[in-house]
């Protein structure tokens, strides 16, 4: 079992930015390190939509396209955390944001490929 925490949300101006964080915790030491993490969001009334995701090395992430050039995922697997720098925010990036641990080593942009999932932050972007 891993638990997921995220923290960093809020209320910032558009052109503003946020960096959310997601700090991993689980029984006998369980990690994420070998896990493919994903962070995804849902606005009102829509469904759960793929932000990013990034492989257990840290390597080769993917997002939506909406979101390319302002959106930056890492990890510190030596810390158990990912993280999702959020630049140049637009209205339209509001919404609960949720990360995820993923049920293999390479991400997905489903949300059924991902096995647990944090509480969610929530970001509002006015404009």
């Known amino acids: 079992q891993v638990q997921l925490v995220e923290s960093g949300g809020g209320l910032v101006q558009a052109g503003g930015s946020l960096r959310l964080s997601c700090a991993a915790s689980?029984?006998?030491?369980?990690?994420?390190?070998?896990?493919?993490m994903g962070w995804f969001r849902q606005a009102p009334g829509s469904g759960r939509e793929f932000v990013a995701g990034?492989?257990?090395?840290?390597?080769?992430?993917s997002y939506l396209n909406s979101v390319k050039g302002r959106f930056i995922i890492s990890r510190d697997n030596a810390k158990n955390t990912v993280s999702l720098q959020m630049n140049n925010l637009k209205p339209e990036d509001t919404a609960v944001y949720f990360c995820?641990?993923?049920?293999?080593?390479?991400?997905?942009?489903?949300?059924?490929?991902?096995?647990?999932w944090g509480q969610g932050t929530q970001v509002t972007v006015s404009s």
């Open positions: 995820a641990a993923g049920r293999s080593s390479y991400p997905s942009s489903n949300a059924g490929d991902y096995q647990y």
């Open positions: 990034i492989n257990w090395k840290g390597s080769s992430p």
């Open positions: 689980g029984r006998s030491g369980r990690t994420i390190s070998n896990n493919a």
